[in-house]
């Protein structure tokens, strides 16, 4: 049998293309080496999967996105945040809204968006081929003329869509595979490093600090002294670094492949210029005779106080209405700008997403079509494309497993 169009990786980009191109009538089959499909979705969101985020504005979601913030806008104005909603609230999804937008099934259940992705392409007449690897991929010319699978079986296809994932979580089967076939057939691939990923410190203070959480706090980030990013956010210390949602989604914008040298500064209050900040400061300390401790305590935390007192070294004992202007002026500079020194970042085995990938300077981004290779698409992780936390990782697999579907099988929007 020849194909429409072959999938390799039944993640949900490979998945939600399929469900894509059979519903304009072809016919698909989708290889995944795995025991079952959809094995890292299970895991997304602790396993309550948070599948999207609630930005509607196509521009603004594709702004979001590293490297390139232009690059989404055409697949998020044709399948974005609102098509995905409506698409699983349609299949019998209940969905909820949390925080910072975060969109989940309302059970909590991963399994439940599964389901949902099989069930549609059981339905529509999609083959799925589960414990099926890709050991090589043939070409003629400038085209792929069949895949071959370890089993020794051929698949040829009229289109081919390369869905793997990257390198992340390598538990769940994304363990690279797809770099090689990319590279040998022509493609550049960027190399991939962890995103989303924990950020390790070279400041053995930082061991003090571990289990504190800080809420709604600024962390900048800085490559060779220069300001390259910053992000606001959630987190939480670890015996090495922190974690969290900013710490995690400020990871993306690390490249230690580089041997650059990167800074993480901590502003505990983001809302406040210094001058505000010194000001509040000013009444507090001169409101009776509390210890500094005390007072110290009622604006950051107890475990972040003692730390905050060493570094100012001043005395436990102290009164706040004893602290100078001196003392004063370095208590602001901590607050908010505490410094860290970035030492590695989590591998990839902790990582939530991959970044790097094919080039999308190689990829149509109007039809996820590559530029090199007549009938191969490309769509989710295995771009070099990363958002931060929140749902946007999966939104990129959908809107860009949709838009590669479609494209694949309907000549009227190829280019």
């Excluded at 305590?297 to 209405?321: G, H, Q, Y």
């Amino acid at each position: 049998m020849i194909y429409d169009l072959a999938i390799i990786g039944a993640g949900p980009a490979g998945l939600m293309a399929a469900i894509s191109a059979l519903g304009l009538g072809a016919k698909v089959i989708i290889l995944e080496k795995n025991k079952r499909a959809g094995t890292k979705l299970l895991l997304s969101g602790g396993g309550r999967c948070n599948f999207t985020n609630h930005i509607i504005d196509p521009k603004l979601m594709a702004s979001l996105y590293l490297p390139n913030k232009q690059f989404l806008i055409s697949t998020f104005s044709k399948f974005g945040v609102e098509e995905t909603i409506n698409f699983f609230r349609f299949q019998g999804l209940e969905t909820k809204t949390e925080a910072n937008g975060r969109v989940f099934p309302k059970s909590d259940r991963a399994l439940d968006v599964l389901n949902i992705l099989l069930k549609k392409i059981k339905l529509q007449g999609g083959e799925l081929r589960i414990n099926s690897s890709v050991t090589k991929i043939e070409m003629n010319k400038k085209a792929i003329s069949k895949i071959i699978l370890v089993s020794g079986e051929e698949i040829v296809a009229k289109n081919y869509l390369i869905s793997t994932g990257g390198k992340s979580y390598p538990a769940t089967g994304t363990t690279g595979d797809a770099y090689q076939w990319l590279r040998k057939i022509g493609h550049t691939v960027i190399t991939p490093r962890p995103a989303l990923a924990p950020l390790f410190f070279k400041e053995k203070i930082v061991k003090e600090l571990e289990g504190l959480s800080l809420s709604n706090i600024n962390l900048s980030l800085f490559e060779n002294q220069k300001k390259v990013s910053e992000f606001q956010g959630d987190i939480i210390f670890t015996s090495r670094g922190i974690s969290g949602p900013a710490a995690l989604s400020l990871s993306r914008s690390i490249n230690l492949n580089a041997n650059n040298k990167y800074r993480v500064e901590l502003n505990s209050f983001p809302e406040k210029s210094n001058q505000e900040l010194e000001s509040e400061l000013q009444k507090r300390f001169h409101n009776g005779n509390k210890l500094f401790k005390t007072i110290l305590e009622s604006i950051t935390s107890p475990k972040f106080t003692p730390v905050l007192m060493s570094l100012l070294e001043i005395n436990i004992d102290r009164l706040a209405n004893s602290i100078n202007k001196v003392e004063k002026n370095k208590l602001v500079n901590l607050l908010s700008r505490f410094p860290f020194t970035i030492s590695s970042l989590g591998s990839f085995e902790q990582a939530m997403v991959t970044a790097g990938g094919v080039d999308l300077k190689e990829i149509d981004p109007k039809t996820m079509k590559s530029k090199l290779i007549s009938n191969l698409y490309l769509a989710g992780e295995i771009i070099d494309l990363t958002g931060p936390s929140g749902g946007f990782n999966l939104q990129l697999c959908w809107s860009t497993g949709h838009t590669a579907g479609q494209a694949a099988v309907d000549k009227n929007i190829d280019s």
